[in-house]
């Protein structure tokens, strides 16, 4: 939704609010005969289609409009298919109405669209001009134009000296009459001589006239060329802003604009009727669209002119004194005349002012890389083919290496952790064997119980064993107590040969050998159930380094891609503060009126600006609170006085800097 878009919707709405009050002496039987009539239900049609409620679109297209116009029963062919009742007359001019707001909104959305790319002119001569490098880099951008220009002057002032020649008329070479005579009987090598003598003086004398060029430096000129076209945009965008100003201050009033400015007591007075409110209006459109592009005038003297050509209109009622049943005729004509003929004429002239003063084209400024490019297309050609294999391999190998980074670190991690989240015994982080502690410790129980039935008097210091005492040594060796063979053990330590050939030695120690691996073993099944019990854990930090770098790289791509939505919002606050900027400065530079408001230039400024803001804020705000900014944008753009909006810039600044910084 835009600032034009809710102008019309209130303006349409203001229509739709005027009563036929006047239509006293119509009596109903009348009334319903006319409802009845296809003239009536014609006119009901068009009005309908250009409500602002009823269209799909707030603003209709200018052909749209202009067909809807041309095919109205508007314009009769004979004169007894003219209206002839009140009621057919009060349709007519609500028909008239309508499309007037429509034309309306279709002109301030011409100036809008008009005044919001003079900025990135503006901007571009600010940077050639801002150092003599972006100055050179202007002029051999422009060179082959200045070339071109140069070259069909001199050959237009020696196509013309050729022709004085040939007529008979005065030499272009400074050559008499006797050289004319020779001339006749000439040979090629003379008439060439002749040709490159009366170019030669051509030249001369352009530089001649170019004195002032000649004795600038290149980059000097190129500088003054730039400052007279940055001069000429601006006063470009001055105009543009004092028309948009006028028609959005003084267009369409109805009733006043509820302001003691008194301009609105320009364009209709508190007693004036409704109809002549439109009929006004159009007039209004009609001037400023004839002297809006006028650039040798002040801003001053184009509005004067304009409130002055609307008081002079010969077509307006006032001055025409016309009957009632015309009046709608000659609006409908004048509409379909800024439609057809104004608003094409402006746009082109428009477009030929942007082009000759903006910035130059992008052929213009890119013709050098790529001029560079195309020279060096063969030698690229070359490269490429030459390394086709080697490039078409790093290609084979970057997708192999994507493919297996994919599956290795990512796929696989994560159907581990699903594999431990779902208990899968595949999926079981150990150390070591599921049964190995269990084996290695009935072994040593086997052991140690061996030696005592075979060495009791060594292991118990008794002449035997019995099944009590193998179950008690049994239940000590799952405890870990080994004490029989440690008695044992360090009995034949005493005499280490003897006990190594005669005694348990040897058999003691590999029994302790069992007991140390046991033991080892023990120590590694806690560290398992601990590594088990983190298995999860451990599998997220698998998955982290591959989910990470896919992470990066998805963003990398994006961010290139252009398709990174918070650069994108980063972007737009960015702008949105320049423009909240430039609104401060419109308010603080301005030279207001005895009211305290807005004159029509700085209004105008304003006004694109808020539009600019409504546009880049839709993508940020949320919805709920992009209504309260439309209505602090509505604060900021009606009249209001300057403190008044001041006040509401600094709400917006306050209030949305959240999402606008």
Not at 440 to 448: F, K, N, P, W
């Amino acid at each position: 939704m835009s600032l034009v878009a809710d102008q019309l919707r209130r303006l349409d709405a203001q229509l739709d609010r005027i009563p036929f009050s006047h239509l006293t002496s119509y009596d109903a039987t009348q009334t319903s005969i006319d409802l009845n009539s296809p003239r009536v239900k014609e006119l009901l049609k068009i009005i309908k289609t250009l409500s602002t409620s009823s269209a799909s679109q707030t603003v209709l297209p200018a052909w749209q409009l202009h067909l809807l116009l041309s095919h109205s029963t508007l314009f009769p062919d004979t004169p007894e298919e003219a209206s002839t009742s009140q009621y057919e007359t009060e349709l007519e001019w609500r028909l008239v109405s309508k499309a007037t707001v429509q034309v309306y909104g279709i002109i301030l959305d011409t100036l809008l669209d008009q005044i919001v790319p003079l900025s990135d002119h503006i901007w571009y001569w600010d940077d050639a001009l801002s150092s003599p490098t972006y100055t050179s880099l202007y002029m051999v951008q422009t060179s082959p134009i200045r070339l071109w220009a140069w070259t069909r002057e001199v050959y237009n002032d020696s196509k013309a000296r050729l022709q004085q020649y040939a007529s008979g008329g005065a030499s272009a070479t400074g050559v008499g009459t006797e050289f004319n005579a020779e001339s006749v009987q000439a040979g090629v090598s003379q008439r060439w001589s002749r040709f490159y003598g009366i170019v030669k003086q051509t030249i001369r004398d352009r530089s001649l006239a170019n004195l002032q060029q000649t004795i600038m430096s290149r980059v000097a000129i190129c500088q003054s060329e730039a400052r007279r076209k940055q001069a000429n945009l601006r006063r470009l965008r001055e105009m543009t802003s004092s028309g948009l100003g006028v028609l959005i201050d003084e267009g369409l009033v109805f009733g006043g604009n509820g302001s003691d400015d008194g301009k609105s007591d320009i364009i209709m007075s508190a007693n004036q009727e409704w109809k002549g409110v439109v009929e006004r209006s159009v007039a209004l459109m009609d001037m400023v669209l004839k002297n809006v592009l006028a650039l040798d005038v002040g801003v001053t003297d184009f509005e004067d002119k304009v409130f002055a050509g609307v008081e002079e209109d010969p077509e307006l009622s006032i001055q025409a004194e016309e009957d009632e049943t015309s009046r709608p005729i000659i609006a409908a004509r004048r509409l379909i005349d800024l439609l057809e003929v104004q608003l094409p004429d402006h746009l082109t002239a428009a477009q030929m002012l942007v082009a000759e003063n903006g910035r130059p084209s992008r052929l213009v400024r890119y013709w050098l890389p790529a001029t560079a490019l195309l020279f060096s297309s063969t030698t690229i050609l070359r490269i490429v083919v030459n390394r086709r294999e080697a490039m078409l391999n790093w290609i084979r190998d970057l997708g192999v290496t994507v493919r297996d980074f994919w599956f290795n670190w990512v796929i696989d991690p994560v159907r581990k952790v699903v594999g431990t989240i779902r208990h899968d015994s595949n999926s079981e982080i150990a150390i070591m064997s599921r049964d190995s502690l269990k084996a290695d410790r009935e072994s040593l129980e086997r052991m140690v119980v061996d030696f005592a039935v075979d060495r009791p008097s060594a292991a118990t210091g008794e002449p035997s064993v019995s099944e009590s005492q193998v179950a008690e040594i049994r239940t000590k060796v799952r405890e870990g107590d080994v004490t029989p063979i440690l008695r044992a053990y360090e009995k034949d330590l005493r005499s280490p040969l003897r006990g190594t050939v005669r005694g348990d030695l040897v058999r003691t120690l590999l029994i302790q050998v069992q007991k140390t691996k046991v033991d080892i073993e023990v120590a590694m099944s806690g560290i398992d159930s601990l590594l088990k019990s983190q298995e999860l854990v451990f599998g997220f930090v698998g998955l982290t380094p591959g989910i990470l770098v896919s992470i990066g790289v998805m963003q990398y791509l994006r961010g290139v891609l252009g398709g990174r939505r918070g650069f994108r919002e980063t972007r737009k606050a960015g702008r949105c503060v320049r423009v909240l900027r430039n609104m401060d400065r419109i308010l603080s530079e301005a030279r207001p009126s005895p009211n305290n408001l807005l004159p029509y230039k700085d209004h105008g400024l304003l006004v694109s600006e808020v539009h600019v803001l409504r546009r880049l804020a839709h993508g940020i705000l949320p919805a709920d609170i992009e209504k309260d900014f439309l209505e602090d944008l509505d604060d900021l753009a009606n009249l209001k006085g300057i403190p008044s909006q001041l006040r509401a810039l600094d709400r917006i600044r306050w209030a949305y800097s959240r999402w606008l910084r």
